[in-house]
């Protein structure tokens, strides 16, 4: 990416994070305090973020990338070369990929209530924070937030690097929302946009979906109403709600053709059935288990309200919101979602484009329903890259 040693040595003293060869660092961002969409002030507001790509002299490059509902700001790239996991898009982030860190200053921000407050490298404001007024965690206590709060952060973190325009914004699921938003609050700030497996609204079905997503939680003994930071953390709970999400993300193809009726102990006398399970089962445990042990309770419950309450603008209505946006729209979406339905994101594209906006339709092909969007995004890197260049 660099043209030579010198240059490489003066970006990497002058500013680490805007140089991209794989290897990124999370940087911290603070807010001393920040007023919520609801009115609400939160102090001592943390966030990360992560970048790559070199930001160029006129600060016109810049893609944002906004992650979905259990993601973080690790787009692309490893923390170390012994990583073994790569960000969740690094098959279109990089040098020479689809979203080219060799053209574009990529920028991703930890969303507030970040679902891994157990991961080391997220830095995130929530529930499971300490409150400066009690010295304690917020617990229930913490404001509700919205998707417009996530966009303001963002924003708050771009101003600071002194980015007033970008080239696009993209994000999977709970990213395409937050992509929605920013076309609509900020249409003068904002070239393109990318919503991929996301509609412009949280349908009454998805809104029921997210209760029972959550309602293992609220269930659990020890979630006592949000107040667990000094006991028991409601871990069997929690693993409940991301098995629920690990098999609605999915397409239902994915687990028959997978798993079918297949036992995962086959030694065991498959008529003693509480004390064997079947392959699926322990799948989705297990996916769920290790989830569980990086996430908060409370912040699942935080991030879930917020996509409850997401409908585009959070203005008088959802096509007035969406009619705001002016920006070229690429929505990428799959017909075999089961979270954000097909009819109801193309719905939201005919409402973008009544006034003359120009939207482009692209289909993922996959089992994996929802979460093809994340999986199988490589399939749509042509025409992104054809979209970025437009």
Not at 88 to 108: A, H, L, M, N, R
Not at 141 to 153: A, H, K, L, S, Y
């Amino acid at each position: 990416m660099f043209k030579n040693l010198i240059f490489f040595i003066v970006m990497l003293l002058t500013f680490d994070a805007w140089c991209y060869e794989d290897i990124v660092k999370k940087q911290s961002f603070f807010i001393p305090s920040f007023k919520t969409f609801n009115g609400n002030e939160i102090k001592n507001v943390r966030v990360g973020w992560e970048s790559y790509g070199t930001l160029n002299s006129d600060k016109s490059n810049v893609i944002l990338i906004c992650h979905y509902f259990g993601g973080n700001s690790h787009a692309a790239g490893r923390y170390s070369i012994n990583d073994a996991k790569v960000g969740y898009w690094d098959s279109i982030i990089g040098p020479g990929k689809p979203i080219d860190t060799d053209k574009y200053f990529v920028i991703s921000v930890d969303s507030l209530v970040n679902l891994e407050v157990g991961n080391p490298n997220v830095i995130t404001t929530g529930p499971a924070s300490i409150d400066p007024a009690t010295g304690k965690p917020y617990g229930m206590d913490f404001p509700v937030v919205t998707i417009r709060d996530f966009v303001e952060v963002q924003k708050q973190v771009l101003d600071s690097i002194g980015i007033d325009k970008l080239h696009a914004v993209i994000g999977p699921s709970m990213g395409a929302l937050q992509a929605y938003e920013w076309g609509s609050v900020y249409p003068d700030k904002v070239s393109r946009i990318i919503p991929v497996i996301g509609s412009g609204w949280a349908s009454a079905n998805l809104i029921g979906w997210l209760n029972i997503w959550s309602a293992p939680i609220k269930l659990d003994k020890n979630w006592n109403k949000g107040n667990y930071y000094k006991g028991l953390a409601p871990v069997d709970g929690l693993t409940e709600s991301l098995k629920v999400i690990a098999l609605h993300g999915q397409h239902w193809e994915w687990a028959n053709k997978n798993y079918g009726r297949n036992w995962a102990d086959a030694t065991h006398n498959p008529m003693d059935a509480y004390a064997n399970q079947f392959q699926i089962e322990q799948t989705l445990y297990d996916i769920a288990k290790s989830r569980a042990i990086l996430s908060d309770a409370n912040h699942f419950l935080y991030l879930a309200k917020a996509c409850q309450l997401f409908f585009t603008g959070h203005s008088s209505s959802s096509s007035e919101g969406l009619s705001r946006i002016s920006a070229p729209v690429m929505i990428i979406y799959t017909e075999k979602d089961q979270i954000f339905i097909s009819d109801q994101v193309k719905k939201t594209s005919e409402m973008i484009a009544k006034d003359g906006t120009p939207v482009y339709i692209v289909e993922l092909h996959g089992s994996h329903g929802h979460f093809d969007g994340v999986i199988s995004i490589d399939q749509a890197g042509e025409a992104i890259s054809q979209f970025l260049n437009m």
